[in-house]
């Protein structure tokens, strides 16, 4: 069986292991914003948690990256 939820926005996802550090340090940054408009562009029919929080965590560097965070930021 396979949920799929919506949130509104990433500021109330809730990621697990590793991707948590990912997500906390976009959101310290203030880049949520910026990484919900690239998630839009690579998954305009909407992406589920587990492939969300996939990238989050084992993607990172590319994500950091993508948003322009310096690796003082990370």
């Known amino acids: 069986m396979k949920i799929i939820t919506e949130t509104s926005s990433l500021d109330n996802f ?3 292991e590793g991707a948590k550090q990912t997500l906390q340090k976009i ?6 914003e910026d990484l919900e ?3 839009d562009d690579l998954y305009p029919d909407g ?12 993607d990172n560097d590319w994500i950091f990256e993508s948003l322009g965070m310096k ?3 990370e």
């Open 27 to 32: 959101r310290e940054a203030g880049k949520v």
């Open 37 to 39: 408009m690239l998630l």
């Open 71 to 73: 690796p003082e930021e």
């Open 14 to 16: 809730e990621a697990w």
């Open 47 to 58: 992406i589920d948690d587990v492939k969300l929080n996939d990238i989050l965590w084992f």
